[in-house]
């Protein structure tokens, strides 16, 4: 199995290919049914609206989600209007009368520009990007701080930028590069260039996207890492965490939940204020292999097969049980301000790829075992709870210690 954290849900993937959601997977239609122990478990996806799709690569943004298909194709469902009303543009399918349909239909399919085939995919709060193979970027849904990359061409209800139109975000390129890897923020959508250059668009208002308090309407190039090369990029509510080719780990934006990892606190910053970007020290020098971002907490895999987090840890997102934390001298709930290694209950399985939703944590290991932790209230961590509305039971609380999750029947 695989699985990924979104906000408020997250999404499994078994060995047979087969995909499954558990929680309240984001504002949409969720708000209409009542608190259920449906939510609560893993419930199989339908594809019967995406011509049954086979899944290659999945990815569950804050309020939606979408699936890559092994032939290019991508799908998209989840929520694509406001609360209040009103298009935000991140299912494009659903048109003008998105109020009236966005009630938890199957998947939809994304209509890509003729010849374009899709080989990557990503999504931050209300917007989704699309990188094809011909190395450009498509993105689509909300454009309030630029997270597009491009004008948009309407107005949502709220008087703001959105588009749901799927159309080309460009790139000022050096002649012999493009577009390689993709990567999102709650408002930021990242680009990594084939030489490594990190660009970003959106929100740089707690500098998420380096030095500056603007925010961009277009790509950017991160200037402070223009002597390194960039391999993966995920941000989180406004910190950003950047993992070099050469297994170092830098992080920028806001830290005072301790989510850039540099051991200081909301005092020490005041004292001696971080840089715009600042290293992620693993203990024992140990290199990474891949980063998730919360929207105030990180969690950061080594190349040893041992995950660590920090951040905000109140609802146990971080995954540092009571025990462990007061023998370091950290109260349950406390900011984790330095990276701490996430003690799973299985001896001889590493971990093999990290996942981080709003607040709440998902890990994979070589095995394909699933183990989660953190918040809990609407479902999101697929363990199964009592049906009725403000359930306090143990499956429905939050999890400060890893839980592993059994393969959906």
Same mark, same amino acid.
């Given at each position: 199995?695989?699985?990924?954290?979104?906000?408020?849900?997250?999404? =499994?993937?078994?060995?047979? &290919?087969?995909?499954?959601?558990?929680?309240?997977?984001?504002?949409?239609?969720?708000?209409? =049914?009542?608190?259920?122990?449906?939510?609560?478990?893993?419930?199989?996806?339908?594809?019967?609206?995406?011509?049954?799709?086979?899944?290659?690569?999945?990815?569950?943004?804050?309020?939606?989600?979408? @699936?890559?298909?092994?032939?290019?194709?991508?799908?998209?469902?989840?929520?694509?209007?406001?609360?209040? &009303?009103? =298009?935000?543009?991140?299912?494009?399918?659903?048109?003008?009368?998105?109020?009236?349909?966005?009630?938890?239909?199957?998947?939809?399919?994304?209509?890509?520009?003729?010849?374009?085939?899709?080989?990557?995919?990503?999504?931050?709060?209300?917007?989704?990007?699309?990188?094809?193979?011909?190395?450009?970027?498509?993105?689509?849904?909300?454009?309030?701080?630029?997270?597009?990359?491009?004008?948009?061409?309407?107005?949502?209800?709220?008087?703001?930028?959105?588009?749901?139109?799927?159309?080309?975000?460009?790139?000022?390129?050096?002649?012999?590069?493009?577009?390689?890897?993709?990567?999102?923020?709650?408002?930021?959508?990242?680009?990594?260039?084939?030489?490594?250059?990190?660009?970003?668009?959106?929100?740089?208002?707690?500098?998420?996207?380096?030095?500056?308090?603007?925010?961009?309407?277009?790509?950017?190039?991160?200037?402070?890492?223009?002597?390194?090369?960039?391999?993966?990029?995920?941000?989180?509510?406004?910190?950003?965490?950047?993992?070099?080719?050469?297994?170092?780990?830098?992080?920028?934006?806001?830290?005072?939940? &301790?989510?850039?990892?540099?051991?200081?606190?909301?005092?020490?910053?005041?004292?001696?204020?971080?840089?715009?970007?600042?290293?992620?020290?693993?203990?024992?020098?140990?290199?990474?292999?891949?980063?998730?971002?919360? @929207?105030?907490?990180?969690?950061?895999?080594?190349?040893? &097969?041992?995950?660590?987090?920090?951040?905000?840890?109140?609802?146990?997102?971080?995954? =540092?049980?009571?025990?462990?934390?007061?023998?370091?001298?950290?109260?349950?709930?406390?900011?984790?301000?330095?990276?701490?290694?996430?003690?799973?209950?299985?001896?001889?399985?590493?971990?093999?790829?990290?996942?981080?939703?709003?607040?709440?944590?998902?890990?994979?290991?070589?095995?394909?075992?699933?183990?989660?932790?953190?918040?809990?209230?609407?479902?999101?961590?697929?363990?199964?709870?009592?049906?009725?509305?403000? @359930?306090?039971?143990?499956?429905?609380?939050?999890?400060?210690?890893?839980?592993?999750?059994? @393969?959906?029947?």
């Amino acid at each position: 199995m695989k699985a990924k954290a979104g906000g408020e849900h997250t999404l =499994l993937q078994t060995k047979e &290919g087969n995909l499954f959601s558990a929680g309240a997977c984001g504002l949409g239609w969720c708000r209409d =049914l009542p608190l259920t122990k449906d939510l609560f478990a893993f419930r199989p996806v339908s594809f019967s609206l995406a011509s049954n799709i086979k899944v290659k690569e999945f990815h569950a943004s804050y309020y939606h989600n979408l @699936a890559l298909s092994e032939d290019g194709q991508v799908a998209a469902w989840g929520c694509g209007t406001f609360p209040g &009303g009103g =298009l935000d543009g991140v299912i494009p399918a659903l048109g003008p009368t998105a109020g009236e349909s966005d009630r938890g239909e199957p998947p939809r399919l994304i209509p890509l520009p003729e010849k374009e085939v899709a080989k990557a995919i990503t999504g931050g709060a209300y917007h989704s990007a699309i990188l094809t193979e011909s190395g450009k970027i498509f993105t689509f849904g909300a454009g309030q701080l630029g997270q597009l990359g491009r004008p948009a061409s309407m107005l949502d209800a709220s008087g703001l930028p959105a588009d749901p139109n799927v159309l080309e975000a460009k790139l000022e390129l050096a002649e012999n590069d493009q577009v390689h890897k993709i990567g999102a923020g709650f408002y930021n959508t990242f680009a990594i260039s084939q030489l490594g250059s990190l660009f970003c668009a959106g929100e740089n208002q707690n500098q998420q996207c380096g030095a500056g308090l603007k925010n961009l309407r277009k790509f950017s190039r991160v200037e402070e890492i223009k002597e390194k090369v960039v391999d993966q990029v995920e941000g989180g509510y406004c910190h950003t965490l950047v993992k070099m080719l050469d297994g170092s780990v830098w992080s920028m934006g806001c830290g005072e939940e &301790g989510q850039r990892g540099d051991g200081k606190t909301d005092d020490e910053n005041e004292k001696d204020p971080r840089g715009a970007i600042t290293r992620v020290n693993l203990p024992n020098n140990v290199l990474t292999k891949e980063v998730a971002a919360g @929207a105030n907490h990180s969690i950061v895999l080594g190349n040893n &097969g041992v995950a660590f987090s920090f951040g905000a840890n109140d609802v146990g997102q971080c995954g =540092l049980e009571s025990t462990v934390q007061k023998l370091d001298g950290v109260d349950e709930g406390d900011p984790v301000i330095s990276p701490r290694p996430i003690l799973l209950p299985v001896m001889d399985d590493p971990v093999a790829s990290v996942s981080a939703g709003y607040a709440h944590s998902v890990l994979t290991t070589e095995k394909g075992r699933v183990f989660v932790f953190g918040q809990n209230d609407n479902g999101q961590l697929g363990l199964g709870a009592v049906a009725e509305p403000g @359930a306090t039971g143990k499956d429905a609380e939050s999890q400060s210690a890893p839980v592993e999750v059994k @393969a959906p029947s």
